[in-house]
């Protein structure tokens, strides 16, 4: 569950903290025949005791509370999302956005009437609940827990509680007492996700924010997405309503289609042309990454210009920019993935060509198959200019193909994929599956009709560590062979100086490996060495 948000992740392990505990609360139904049918967690069959209190106690004085407010056109969403009467006092606006109440007028309406309900304390019970029924109820099927519930903490905060049975009185209480707890509880779970943001994910002089979707909040509504990996935008889901994502046209195509956030919350930024937003000039370059990256330049109006390379590679062009020529950086906001001085691997025009030429010298056998790691995004020019020299077509798979699709790439270059692997004997794969030779040889297994040998590429920056000087390492067992190249669309240590020594910038921010003042100072000294 790593590639999930806070919120999913939380979700996820409810559910199974849920299957576990409700297994000792299986819910038994008879049916007419006098058969017993046994439900999971969670599922309630029809004329049951709880489904009825659930529906016409906890939902019904909801469903009205709603009409009152003339908003009766949301009730089938809250009851869809079982929004019951004491949920619906810790719903929050991002709540509302994420259940599909996006209009702001309704949203303030219901945060308003939200309020008034926790400033009077009368309507702590819900008035139209059959008390009797929810008690009950509530006897026989323990309900569900947060996660938070099963953190060390006081035994008053651990303690659930039970029902009184005694009158409406003790009901109020410990329903009011419950509540009081479950509020703190959303408090806390709340302001643990308000984790301080990177000083690398702000820009100085401005009130944007860049690719620190892991740290949403009310303050910000300029969003910046440098590019479309993982890592930077993390905690951006459908759900999105902080204001405006702002990214290249090639990055607002995939967080359109893997993510599904409509165009009308994205605003594209073109390359190479200086536009104005909120006051503060803005220009973006090609970050010679993967697809769609960006090194964005801000120009705020305190005259202290800020250049963000978000994920980068240093080339000429960028040295010959007149942009960056006339413009006097004040902040440098640096990808520092490679800033140690061992990682001074080559140019990848000259990888590239290795893995050509190791292509041409292991094909020798017609029964090789040729594997070439790639990420989401990332890598295309090292496929794509295999597929060019050699004049061979590379398969990838058709969710592969609609990522190339939004890449807008030329006709002459989307001509050498396929999603037919018969048709070529060069497949592009997911990193992770030719990370080891254990995985490759599970590759191998599946392809034993058709391939008696299985040649990997594993392209990467970190293959250039202390003592792998070369262009490419090769490793072999039995029929499967393993080439780790240096294949990097980072900056290598010897490009960084050299940017840093082009920008000349009055402060450098590390975006990788800060962990505080001694690695950013480590880190800087010796990029100015």
Known sequence: ISGLSDDQRQIHTNECLDSVEGSANVAVAVSNDDTRTHQGPGHVVDGSPLKSATKAG???????????LGLAKYE???VSQEIDWE???????????????????????????????????????????????????????????LITDYFSGPPS????????????????????????????????????KQKNVPVWCCVPGTPFRVDAFKYLRRDCSHWFLSHFHLD????????????TIYCSSITAKLVNLKIGIPFDKIQVLPLNQKINIAGTDVTCFDANHCPGAIIILFEPPNGKPVLHTGDFRFCEEMAQLSVLQACSIHTLILDTTYCESQYDFPKQETVIQFVIDAIQAEAFNPRTLFLIG??????????????RTLRKKVYVTAPKLRILECLGLPREDMQWFTTNEQDSHIHVVPMWTIANFKRLKHVSDQYTRRFNLIVAFSPTGWSFGKGKKSTGKRWQKGTVIRYEVPYSEHSSFTELKEFVKLISPVNIIPSVNNHGPDSHSAMVSQLLA
């Open 374 to 387: 790639s990420y989401t995004i990332g890598k295309e020019r090292l496929f794509l200019e295999v597929a």
């Open 87 to 145: 949920a619906l006092q810790w719903l929050t606006e991002e709540d509302l956005c994420s259940i599909g109440i996006t209009t702001l007028g309704p949203r303030k309406k219901i945060l308003h009437a939200i309020k008034e309900l926790s400033n009077d304390s009368t309507t702590t019970v819900e008035p139209k609940a059959d008390v009797s029924k929810v008690v009950a109820d509530e006897t026989k099927f323990e309900t569900k827990k």
């Open 58 to 68: 906890n939902l019904s004085s909801v469903v009205e509370w709603l009409r009152n």
């Open 157 to 192: 905060e651990r303690k659930r509680g039970g029902v009184a049975t005694n009158g409406q009185s003790s009901v109020r209480k410990n329903q009011a007492n419950s509540t009081h707890k479950s509020v703190q509880r959303n408090d806390r779970l709340r302001n643990g």
């Open 76 to 78: 089938e969403i809250f």
């Open 232 to 243: 930077h935008y993390q905690g951006l889901t459908k759900s999105f309503c902080h204001g």
